[in-house]
């Protein structure tokens, strides 16, 4: 483990426990106004109440590895215990809720059923694939092996690109035809919000590979993916309930025309 | 307690957790969306949730006993502490879930109510009658006593294979019966899922007779189970979930007339 600073380690503690708080307190919010929305856009924030749930267990998981990891000495400074500081469960929770983030977006969108189940898979598919090359990459922080980080950036990036394509060109005409201006609005904005905050991820991964000293590494990369995850699982939720609700409205007065579940 | 590696004990650590995850998120999902469902269906979505909630209890113990089982050691490797992991909660949760997945199955079949009844009793005996007979073979991995574990193997597949005979032949009249395409083909679906995934268990219990290292095979068990435990309680539970949803809508539509209640 690397020896950081108390200031480091506070820092990474902090941001580890604010973190935890915003994904527990989204997740309240979008589940106590499903009742409130249309029974087809009630699934839509059930599951984007799941992912800043389950992204709130995984920090509980992280900020407990993380308590774990270091330990005080009697002059204040912060010693490693030798318990490695997991950094396997920001995998595992991306595996779960980066599938169900864009199955969240695909099931407000203006699709007939059976493609929102096929758009929904293959991008699920796309993106668990992305998070498994991702991952033996992340393990290398040593400076003489970032080649094989490099590769599997790469690796990962492939599945990634096929998603922003999908995200914002192969859904354009979906989008295109939501009548509605907010809707549309809407739409497009947690489609761009989603591509945007997702780009930070492969940035926060080649930091290794900026000159940035070992020891702070690891402090970086925390910070880093926890601003990136709070942007794309709170952000991009709230932005899915706006969505929900706006359109809830819409076919609760007629103006839509859609079948009543998905 | 088998010796293990780092690597090891944090793959066997990241399985655990991600399933207990897994199991919570799907129960959350089966659970919220039993309101949408139709009266007749909301049984079969409830016992769905109940059992992925079970396995996330199971999964919360067996992470636990995990981490009791080893610790690290200050050169980064892991030793065992003489608590030894508990592999009896795998079968304490089967004894309870197996049965209920049968239920779950049969309770969104077109079956008159009294053979819902019947049908589901036949396989949850049978079921739970396969668990306590695998249990006696799965604390044997010995090398010199394989051939007793061979012994309750073969005597767990007779119920095993009366479960797959019900499910496959047994039910096909119910399940051509289904009027909707799309119903009939999820009918299908979620019996096949269940008897690919249930196969999956009786390999896994065979690992030591494969010639696996002593060490690896609780490593390699844990995995398998784990895989399997997914597939065949989160992935069966949302196929349940589709069927329930699908037969709702056209029991809303009025165009099927079956009693409103299970």
Known sequence: MASITATQFNLVYDVLSFSLATMGATTIFLWMRV??????????????GLVTFIAAYHYLRIFNSWTEAFEWTKDGTVQATGIPF??????????????LLLIEIVLVMNLPDDEIFSKASKLGVASALMIILGYPGELVLDENHLGTRWFYWFAAMIP???????LLIGLADATNSETDLTVRKLTKGVQWLTVI?????????VFPMLGIARDDIVVYIQLGYSVSDIISKCGVGLMIYRISMAKSVALR???EQTPLLA
Chains 1, 2 share one sequence.
């Open 35 to 48: 009742s409130s929305a249309a029974e087809r856009y009630k699934s839509a924030l059930i599951i984007s």
């Open 86 to 99: 997991n950094d396997a469960y920001r995998y595992m929770d991306w595996l779960l809720t980066v599938p």
């Open 160 to 166: 990634f690109v096929y998603i922003v394509y999908t």
């Open 197 to 205: 905050s997702w780009c930070t991820y492969p940035i926060v991964y």
């Open 253 to 255: 007065r007629g103006s």
